[in-house]
C-alpha cells in the first residue's frame, strides 16, 4: 500500500520542522531613518536558525481503501540534522507499524543516509514484514475473468457450517477462492543513487525477500477444501514455484538493480510542471542468493503540464514492465523501479488503477496508464498555514500477458472517476479518490496521502 511512499519522510520533515519555520514569516521592513537622524543599529536577525542534531519526529497513520479496509497504525522518525548544512538532514531511521482491518501489515525500519559518509551518494536501507492474508489472484494476463458469485456469499452462518456451500449462490465456490496468503519475513531492500550530471541521476541496489505462500486457509477462516483460482493454475502447469498441489512453503528471491533517472519535476510531491523518466533492471540468479532465475525491465514515464493557467494542471504516467526466465508466481503482479517499494501490489488498487479490484490483472509483462487532471480551486491560510483544495478527474487503465509471446486474449481493464487533494504547504497532500470499472462492474474509494504518481 502506498501509504509507505518515500516522500513520508518529507511529509514528516515539512510537519515537524519545515512549517513551523516558514510560519514564522519574514520580518516587515524597518521605516527609513529621517534625514540628518543617527540610523538605528541592525535589528537581530529573525530568521529562523537551522536545527541541528537529533530529534524524534512522529505522525499517527490512517487510511481505507475498498481493498484493504482501514488501515491504521504510527511512523515515529529520529532525524539527525547533524550541523544544520546538510538538506534535508545528514541521516534519519524510521520505523512504522501499520496494518488494516482485511489483513495487510506493512511494518518497516528504514535508514535514509543523503550524502553517505560525505560522498555523492544517498543511501537507504529498508528492513520490512509484509503480511497479505488475502493476496488476490485472478490468474494470468487479459484473459483471466472474474465472477463475483465465485467467491459470494451473504449467508456467512451457513458457511460456518459448510464453506463449501452457499445456500443462495449456487455458482458458489469458496469465499477464498480468489485469494492465498503470503508472509515477506525479512524483506530487505539496498538502494543507492546519485545525480551524475544535471537532472540525470544513477541508482544501484539489492532486494532479498523470504515469502511463505499459503493456498488454502483454515476452516476457522472459512477456507473452502475445494481448489482456488491459484490452485487450479498450478495444477495446469502455469505457475512457476507451484507442481501440482501445495499448502504451505517459503521461497526465496534475490535480486540485483540498476537504473537511470530523469528528473525534471518543479516540486516533487505536487508537480505543476516538469517530468520523471526511469529505466530499471533487475536480475536474480543463484548468485545473487534467489532460489529463481529470472530477470525484469521496468519503465516509468511521468509527465506534468499546466493548462491555460497553473491552476489546471495535467498530469500522465505510463508504466511498462516485462519479464522473464522462471519468474516465481507471486512476483507476477509486481513492477520493479527504484521508488516501487515491496507490498504495493499489481494493476488495480490504490496504487495503480482506482475501481478496478486490487491486483486484478497479473502477468510476465504488464502495461499501465493514469491521466489525471487536477484543479486546484481554491486555498485558505489558517494559522498561516498554506492549504490548497484541488478536484481531480482521472482515467486508469491497465493490461497484462502471461508472457513475452503477447497471445493472450481479452480487453484491457480501464476504470475512471473524481477524488479531492487537500495539500498543506505544497508538500503534505491527502487525498480521496473514487474510481468505477466498467469492464468487471467494480468501484471502490480510497483515502490516503500523497498524489498516486
Known amino acids: 500500500m502506498h501509504l509507505v511512499r518515500m516522500t513520508w519522510a518529507v511529509s514528516l520533515v515539512v510537519l515537524f520542522h519545515g512549517a513551523p519555520s516558514r ?5 516587515e521592513e524597518e521605516a527609513a531613518p529621517a534625514p540628518g537622524a543617527e540610523a538605528p543599529p541592525p535589528p537581530e536577525s529573525q530568521e529562523a536558525k537551522p536545527r541541528t542534531g537529533w530529534r524524534v519526529q512522529g505522525l499517527p ?5 475498498s481493498d484493504e479496509g482501514f488501515g491504521f497504525g504510527v511512523r515515529l522518525m529520529l532525524v539527525d540534522a547533524g550541523d544544520g548544512t546538510q538538506q ?6 524510521v520505523g512504522q507499524f501499520f496494518q488494516t482491518t482485511g489483513g495487510t501489515a ?8 543523503p550524502g553517505f559518509l560525505s560522498s555523492p551518494w544517498r543511501v537507504g536501507v529498508d528492513l520490512s514484514l509484509l503480511n497479505d492474508r488475502f493476496s488476490p489472484y485472478y490468474g494470468q494476463g487479459s484473459g483471466a475473468t472474474y465472477e463475483e458469485d465465485f467467491s459470494t456469499c451473504d449467508d456467512r452462518d451457513a458457511l460456518e457450517a459448510n464453506p463449501d456451500v452457499c445456500p443462495d449462490n449456487a455458482a458458489f465456490r469458496g469465499l477464498r477462492y480468489y485469494s492465498y496468503e503470503q508472509r515477506t519475513f525479512p524483506s530487505v531492500v539496498l538502494n543507492a543513487r546519485r545525480s551524475i550530471k544535471g537532472p540525470w541521476q544513477v541508482a544501484v541496489g539489492y532486494r532479498f525477500r523470504l515469502t511463505r505462500v499459503s493456498t488454502r486457509y483454515d476452516t476457522d477462516d472459512l477456507g473452502q477444501s475445494r481448489d482456488s483460482r491459484l490452485e487450479e493454475d498450478a495444477r495446469a502447469g502455469l505457475l512457476t514455484g507451484i507442481e501440482g498441489e501445495l499448502r504451505r512453503e517459503t521461497f526465496r528471491t534475490a535480486e ?12 516533487e510531491p505536487a508537480p ?13 540468479l543463484e548468485a545473487t542468493g534467489s532460489s529463481f532465475r ?8 511521468r509527465f506534468y503540464h499546466p493548462l491555460v493557467s497553473e491552476r489546471l494542471v495535467a498530469a500522465l504516467r505510463l508504466m511498462g514492465d516485462a519479464m522473464g526466465g522462471d519468474v516465481p508466481f507471486f512476483q507476477l503482479s509486481s513492477f520493479g523501479g527504484v521508488d516501487w517499494r515491496d507490498g504495493w501490489g499489481g494493476i488495480g488498487g490504490v496504487i495503480t488503477a482506482r475501481g478496478i479490484l486490487k491486483n486484478r490483472l497479473q502477468g510476465e509483462v504488464k502495461a499501465l496508464a493514469n491521466g489525471e487532471l487536477r484543479w486546484w480551486f481554491a486555498s485558505a491560510r489558517p494559522w498561516n498555514q498554506q492549504l490548497d483544495f484541488t478536484l481531480v478527474a482521472f482515467l486508469d487503465a491497465g493490461q497484462a500477458w502471461s508472457d513475452l509471446h503477447f497471445r493472450d486474449g481479452g480487453a484491457s481493464q480501464y476504470a475512471g472517476g473524481g477524488g479531492l487533494r487537500i495539500g498543506w504547504e505544497k508538500l503534505f497532500i491527502v487525498r480521496a479518490d473514487y474510481g468505477v470499472s466498467p469492464s468487471d462492474g467494480t468501484s471502490g474509494f480510497y483515502l490516503d496521502f500523497n498524489h498516486m504518481f
Do not use: C, K, S
Open 23 to 27: 510560519a514564522q514569516g519574514v520580518p
Open 61 to 65: 497513520l490512517l487510511n481505507f481503501n
Open 88 to 93: 534535508p538532514y545528514r541521516h534519519a531511521v
Open 106 to 113: 506493512i511494518h518497516r525500519l528504514m535508514l535514509d543516509a
Open 256 to 267: 540485483l538493480t540498476a537504473g537511470l533517472l530523469l528528473d525534471l519535476r518543479d516540486n
Open 272 to 284: 505543476v510542471r516538469g517530468m520523471f523518466h526511469e529505466l530499471v533492471a533487475r536480475g536474480a
Open 294 to 301: 529470472y530477470w525484469g525491465v521496468t519503465a516509468n514515464l
